[in-house]
């Protein structure tokens, strides 16, 4: 699957982004004020603030996204991972999860945190898979009524890898 992933940087970037978090959200839940101001104004809210949102590309089309919002030095928010349902179970999203950490680093993160919902059991198994750790909720700042399920990464910055 020749999948590129990238930053967004048009308007129809946010308009997928949108679409592809609209779909699971009110299939599984309904959207929350932090879902539309997020989604209305994803430069603004997510990358303008020093965030970034990446979308995955498969034939000119972006199937899949994922942001990651600053909440405190060195501290980001996986938030709005999403993908093409019809490309679900096939590596999408974990090409998409893997680029996310890789940029958090470059970005100089130090961990990583999200919230998400026994609802999403892949979700939540590609997280702990890739190191997120089950955290109890008092641990992180969340705003979404539907998240039941509290995860952090611990990072090392790519400034700091051996051989950076």
Known sequence: MDLTIRPLTT???????????????????????????????????IVDP?????VAELDGRVVGCVALRPAADGVYELSKMAVDPALRGRGVGRRVITAAVERARELGATSLFLGSSTRLAPAVHLYESV??????????????????????????????????
Not at 50 to 54: A, D, F, P, S
């Open 11 to 45: 308007p129809a970037d946010a308009a997928a982004f949108r679409t592809l978090n609209e779909e699971w959200i009110v299939r599984h839940f309904s959207l929350e004020d932090e879902d539309r101001r997020q989604l209305d104004d994803p430069v603004g809210v």
């Open 50 to 54: 020093g965030g970034e949102v990446l």
């Open 131 to 164: 190191g997120f750790r089950h955290v109890p909720r008092e641990e992180i700042d969340m705003p979404y009524e539907r998240a039941d399920v509290f995860m952090v990464l611990p990072l090392v910055p790519a400034s700091a890898q051996v051989g950076a």
